[in-house]
């Protein structure tokens, strides 16, 4: 492919000096970014935030031929290029929101060879069409993005993703590389098969995001403990609040906005304008919520999301773990906070059981909630807890998540489990956990009176513990797996194989003891990017470099972090930068970037504004 009359190409350190400004490869980038600059294929597993894109988007710029990107989000595509198109990279993209003209004018410039990138939409991508572009152009590399949704055993199954196994043998010398976050052994094994990348070497790098901080909170009221929680911690910052339900990102989003919180819903029964306006304001401005459905994410690539909250449990550690992963890609401190209850474990457990899946995929499914579960109830270092997952088992704990910060007490609750489970027993086995607390505290209710439970021996037995308590109990016997929820689809438990010995009093309980229950310690300041400032005059600095940056998108209508990110504004406001040299020094600022915008915030960081 390199023939001797093309211009020579940069060297990869070049490329990531000059045209991105940054200083060093991360990690395993430089590994990946070389392999594929030599023409083999890899597969690259990193976490969210880990800095995918430049293993693809270096060698891109260091072949020769236009590099072929393959990516599941044609909203985002737009984004993308005029990120690259902001750093002087000559980029494009073809998908439907085109109109025909623009297309074939893509299409002549990738003849040409104008195009060192060229993003694609996976359905845009198996059409005759674009088949036979690509037959006229010459061809650097296929990136495939989100390589995860080939997967069926994936969150995000794309079944257009399987077309792309036409690669190997329709271009058979082209390297390809796949790209994703989602590493579970399953997920990744029927990766490779079916993009046909056994033969790739695979690159993993650790799945740990360090700068995220988990919370996972257990008790109710969590309209009001999210907002407290904002005001506390992020009073003017954007982020995501998960929920489960449509109506509830809704009502979410009008709560907050009520309480001057700028907030708007996203969900799959919004039209598509409103979503992509949604979507779109969440990118363009600063400190807006989004309360969302899984619906919203994939590929949302805001870097400065500096928390992720989940007003109930997701129905898996990999959703979890990529939902929180959307916080802080930026790499300085981001929160995911989660409020979950009882009635989370009973309903989401409920749907699976119901579910008409086959056999085996229920199994799956059930394993990848319980280790979810299993997160949210550990007494130990949640990181610890998710790397152990993702096969890291020799994390230490790490000092940034609500365990380690404020260490669980536990209780010895083996009397209680066995009133529990006795009066789940003695109810029939097919009540949920809110109407057997009720029996077990005495309580007098029609419910009670119509089933002849206040005959039962259980009756009143269970006055000594609070209700909250109770149900923090149900809780984790759901968690601990001596409760399961029927596939009545109604909620009621029933007793599992493993109760026998507790129930017997063979077996010792131990539970966490909730933060109600315990005297609330006042919450440690987490470590708040904001904290970064604490002199005035570095704040409105801040302040002032945020508002050029603002003003400079509104201009060309593109998302402030397109111009500089967070990370780069920050590190102007801590080194002044007083010459166009020193700012050049800045991760972040490379050449195009400098000539553009250098002076003018120059003018800001010398002092002489
Ligand atoms: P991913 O696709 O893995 O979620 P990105 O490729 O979006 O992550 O990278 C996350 C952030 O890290 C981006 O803002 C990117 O510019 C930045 N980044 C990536 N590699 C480096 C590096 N070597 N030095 C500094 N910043 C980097
Ligand atoms: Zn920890």
């Known amino acids: 492919m390199s023939s001797t009359d093309e211009p020579a190409l940069k060297t990869p350190q070049q490329v990531l000096k000059d045209i991105f400004g940054y200083d060093s490869f991360r ?3 430089a590994d990946i970014i070389d392999h594929v600059i030599a023409g083999n294929d890899a597969l690259v597993l990193m976490p969210t935030g880990g800095g995918k894109s430049l293993c693809y988007q270096i060698p891109a710029l260091c072949r020769h031929g236009t590099a072929i990107v393959v990516s599941p ?11 690259l198109t902001q750093l002087g990279i000559k980029a494009a993209y073809i998908n439907s929101t085109l109109s025909p003209d623009l297309a074939r004018e893509v299409e002549m410039r990738a003849i040409e060879g104008d195009i060192d990138l060229l993003y694609v939409a996976p359905e845009r991508f198996a059409t005759d069409r674009f088949l036979n572009l690509l037959d006229r152009i010459s061809i650097s590399l296929f990136a495939i993005d989100e390589a995860h949704c080939v997967s069926q055993w994936g969150h995000d199954f794309r079944p257009e993703y399987r077309k792309l196994d036409i690669l190997p043998t329709r271009f058979a010398h082209v390297p390809r590389i796949a790209l994703t976050a989602t590493a579970d052994a399953p997920t990744r094994k029927d990766i490779a098969e079916n993009l046909h990348l056994s033969d790739a070497r695979c690159f993993m790098t650790g799945f740990d995001r360090p700068n995220i901080t988990y919370r996972i909170e257990t008790k109710g009221n969590s309209k009001q403990r999210l907002l407290s929680f904002l005001n506390r911690e992020h009073p003017d910052d954007a982020g995501i609040v998960y929920c489960l339900s449509r109506r509830k990102t809704e009502d979410v989003a009008q709560w907050l906005s009520d309480n001057g919180r700028p907030a708007l819903p996203y969900h799959a029964g919004l039209s598509q304008e409103t979503r992509q306006l949604h979507q779109d304001r969440f990118l363009r401005e600063e400190g807006l919520i989004i309360c969302a459905t899984v619906a919203f994410g994939m590929g949302i690539d805001k870097p400065n999301v500096r928390f992720v909250a989940h007003l109930n449990l997701p129905k898996s550690m990999e959703a979890y773990y990529q939902e929180t992963g959307r916080a802080g890609r930026d790499g300085l401190p981001a929160n995911a906070w989660m409020n ?10 409920g749907m699976l059981a119901s579910s008409d899946a086959p056999d085996a995929q229920k199994r799956i499914e059930q394993r990848k909630l319980d280790a979810l579960i299993g997160l949210a109830e550990t007494t130990k270092c949640r990181r610890q807890v998710i790397l152990s997952y993702f096969g890291e088992t020799d994390a230490k704990p790490c000092g940034n998540c609500d365990t380690c910060l404020e260490p669980v007490d ?3 609750a083996t009397d209680a489990s066995r009133k529990a489970l006795s009066a789940v027993y003695r109810t029939g086995q097919r009540f949920g956990p809110a109407h057997v607390i009720e029996v077990l505290m005495g309580r007098n209710t029609e419910k009670i009176r119509q089933n002849g439970h206040e005959q039962t021996s259980v009756y009143g037995l269970g006055k000594d513990i609070a209700q909250p308590q109770w149900r923090s109990v149900f809780r984790q016997l759901l968690a601990m797996g001596y ?3 029927d596939e009545e689809g109604h909620g009621g438990v029933y007793l599992t194989e493993e109760s026998r010995p507790v129930l017997r009093g063979e077996k010792v309980v131990e539970m966490r003891l ?4 315990r005297k609330r310690a006042t919450t440690q300041r987490l470590r708040d990017f904001d904290t970064f ?3 005035e005059d570095d704040r409105q600095m801040w302040e002032a470099l945020r508002k050029l940056r603002r003003d400079l998108a509104q201009e060309q209508n593109v998302p402030p972090y397109v111009i500089f990110n967070d990370r780069t504004l920050s590190e102007m406001v801590k080194f002044k930068p007083r010459s166009l040299n020193e700012m050049a020094a800045i991760n972040g600022v490379g ?5 553009q915008y250098g002076l003018a915030f120059l003018d800001i960081t010398d002092g002489r504004m």
């Open 410 to 412: 536990t209780w010895d």
């Open 340 to 349: 979950y209850d009882l009635s989370d474990i009973v309903s989401i457990r």
């Open 27 to 29: 990690g395993v980038q």
């Open 514 to 517: 909730d933060a109600s229950e």
């Open 483 to 485: 409760l399961q929820v």
């Open 533 to 535: 400032f604490e002199d």
């Open 591 to 595: 050449a195009k970037k400098l000539d």
């Open 73 to 83: 989000l044609i909203a985002l595509m737009k984004d993308q290029v005029d990120a």
